[in-house]
Each structure stands twice: as structure tokens, then as C-alpha cells.
């Protein structure tokens, strides 16, 4: 068995939705296993001061033009999400509330693609349970765990224990201690990961 590639993210995100994109190439060609861990960006962003790249006007420009280049250069389908930013707070739960259960793959790549391929409005839950049905889920089953004590305190912890291991933005990724940002830097994940 390959190492472990910890794939910290948060579905607002559409550089992560690249990156998510990538990874089955990757874990293909190197027998890694990434082990998709849910945290709340939003949350992130408070503890650290940091901020979306689109909330600076020309840096914003630019990344939506960057966007674009990967997904190219990867033949990733992608487009800007008309209703971003999305609030992730319900899906992120519901990743929580899914982590290590059956259906946690087919979750995370419904809601990835409703948003940065399908342009859903994944603001509304009427919306979400509506794609999570067409992917084979219960959607009402998913977003009442969602609404659960259980998983608000599992995604505020996994939120908490990211910030206190450096995190600042998504994606990220840890190969053992070591840290890496951002779904550009993934030839440096595939390189720590062979050494």
C-alpha cells in the first residue's frame, strides 16, 4: 500500500474542485490513497485573516482566468459557479456526517460537479437534495445528518485542528508533517510522495 495524502477541502472552492479532478490520476499512477478530510474554509479564513483571491478585484480577474488554464490543460469540464460564493456550511456537514460511510465518493464528486461543472445553485437545499437523488443518494436522509449536533461539532473540530496545523486556504495536503497549497502544487504532492 502507498502512503497516505491527507486532501483537506471545501467544495467552495474551485481550485480544490481541480485538484479533486486530479487525484484519481495521481493515486493511479502511485498507489497513494488520499484521505478526503472536510473543513470549513469559511472558518479558515476568520482564524487566520486570510481571505478568498475574489474578494481582491484584479487578483480575482486573474484567478478566474488561471482557473481556466488548469482545467484546460487537464481537460477538466469547469465552469464559474453564476451563484458563487457558496455558503458550503450544510454540504461541509454532510461531508462530516458521510466521512467513512458508503456513499462518501459519490457524494463528494456529486456536489463538486453540480457547482464547478453543472453551475447548480447548491445554496438551496431543495437544489442540493435534488442532485444528491440523481446521484444515487437520499438526499433528505443526507442533509437531515447534515442538521446534526454531531456533525457541526465534528466540522468545527476538523476546522479548529486545521488552522492549528497551518492551514490557510484549499486545498491542502499533508504527507505525513510536510504541507502543501494549492491544486498547482500537485507535482510536489506526486514528488513527496515517491521519495
Request: charged fraction near 25%.
Amino acid at each position: 500500500m502507498g502512503k497516505t495524502v491527507e486532501f483537506l477541502f471545501d467544495f467552495g472552492s474551485p481550485a480544490t474542485y481541480l485538484a479533486h479532478k486530479r487525484i484519481p490520476e495521481i493515486a493511479a499512477r502511485t498507489g497513494a490513497v488520499f484521505d478526503y478530510q472536510p473543513f470549513l474554509l469559511g472558518g479558515v479564513f476568520k482564524a487566520t485573516g486570510n481571505a478568498s483571491p475574489i474578494s481582491v478585484p484584479a487578483k480575482g480577474r486573474w484567478m478566474l482566468g488561471d482557473l481556466g488554464r488548469w482545467a484546460r490543460k487537464h481537460g477538466t469540464p469547469f465552469r464559474m459557479n453564476p451563484n458563487f460564493p457558496i455558503n458550503t456550511l450544510t454540504l461541509m456537514r454532510a461531508a462530516e456526517a458521510l466521512k467513512g460511510k458508503p456513499g462518501f465518493d459519490r457524494y463528494v464528486d456529486a456536489v463538486f460537479d453540480a457547482i464547478w461543472k453543472d453551475g447548480e445553485n447548491m445554496n438551496d437545499e431543495a437544489v442540493v437534495a435534488e442532485v444528491l437523488y440523481a446521484a444515487g443518494l437520499d438526499g433528505k436522509a443526507i442533509l437531515e445528518a447534515a442538521h446534526s449536533d454531531e456533525a457541526k461539532a465534528k466540522l468545527k473540530a476538523d476546522t479548529e485542528r486545521a488552522v492549528e496545523r497551518g492551514v490557510f486556504g484549499a486545498p491542502t495536503f499533508f504527507i505525513g508533517d510536510e504541507m502543501h497549497f494549492g491544486q498547482d502544487r500537485l507535482d510536489f504532492v506526486e514528488d513527496a510522495i515517491a521519495a
